[in-house]
């Protein structure tokens, strides 16, 4: 399905729920279906639940990750390159703005885009290694992460936004 290309003015198929056939009971979430005694049938769904993130579903089927609001983070922050079977490709927009307690963050190559003031003001990271992947670091991404000192971005990027490292005064490597 993955591989289709579909027109953009397939809308109704694009934002449509797809299920797929799972002749026995699925291990990952998901939407699947089967068929009891002759009659499609859809089989209940597996729901990851996760302790401190949240995921919201993107227009073109992938996820974007962001901190659970009134939870605490841990120091490293890890992103899973899934959730519900489906790819998380986008940090989003404030996803971990003035999470102090973020000292380090553990990324997947699923990732493609960091949003707006995704990191603004973690003042508790010191080093990112931005993954291969990540075609655009967006506006204010890491803005004000005041004791950021060394930066390693991935050969895939292709845009750093506006005011992505401003404030970082401590960014020498």
Known sequence: WSKITI????SDLTSATRYYYSETEPTES???WHYVDGVVTVWEAVVEEHEY????L???GTY?????????LPAEVVIPARFNGI???????????ERGEI????????L???GKWAFGSCNGLTQVTIPQNVVLIDDFAFNSCMNLHTLVIGKGTETIGECTFQNCFALKN
């Open 112 to 114: 493609t885009v960091i």
């Open 64 to 72: 974007a990750v962001l901190a659970k609001s009134g939870v605490e």
């Open 87 to 97: 790819a998380v490709t986008q940090i989003a927009e404030n996803g971990f703005k």
């Open 58 to 60: 993107l227009d073109d």
């Open 7 to 10: 027109d953009s003015s397939n």
């Open 30 to 32: 998901g939407n699947y």
């Open 53 to 56: 993130l949240d995921f919201t």
């Open 103 to 110: 000292r380090s963050i553990v990324w997947t190559d699923s």
